[in-house]
């Protein structure tokens, strides 16, 4: 079994920072892509980054230039730095990655976490 445990969700003015993690746990022999996602009410969950097992990122469009993710791979976590924050950002966020658990690879969710912005 492998658990995605986020924290560092919460409420914010336009203009502030957040920095989420997401820590995996349990049979791991590794991991590959680390990714997080959003979900605003109403819409689709969208890609907002991802990041190699090299260290290789990339970024939507719209997060470009405010966000920052980055991976501890000895802690088997990634983060997301988040700054200059505006109300669009609110959404629920979800880490991703996809583990190497010996034989095959599991396509791992975290529960989300609540960002909210306030203008």
């Known amino acids: 079994q492998v658990q995605l445990v986020e924290s560092g969700g919460g409420l914010v003015q336009a203009g502030g920072s957040l920095r989420l993690s997401c820590a995996a746990s349990?049979?791991?022999?590794?991991?590959?892509?680390m990714r997080w996602f959003r979900q605003a009410p109403g819409k689709q969950r969208d890609l907002v980054a991802d990041?190699?097992?090299?260290?290789?990122?990339n970024y939507a469009d719209s997060v470009k230039g405010r966000f920052t993710i980055s991976r501890d791979n000895a802690k088997n976590t990634v983060y997301l730095q988040m700054n200059s924050l505006e109300p669009e950002d609110t959404a629920v966020y979800y880490c991703?990655?996809?583990?190497?658990?010996?034989?095959?690879?599991?396509?791992?969710w975290g529960q989300g976490t609540q960002v909210t912005v306030t203008s």
């Open positions: 349990g049979s791991i022999f590794g991991i590959n892509a």
């Open positions: 991703n990655m996809n583990i190497d658990r010996g034989s095959w690879r599991s396509n791992s």
């Open positions: 990041i190699a097992r090299d260290g290789s990122t």
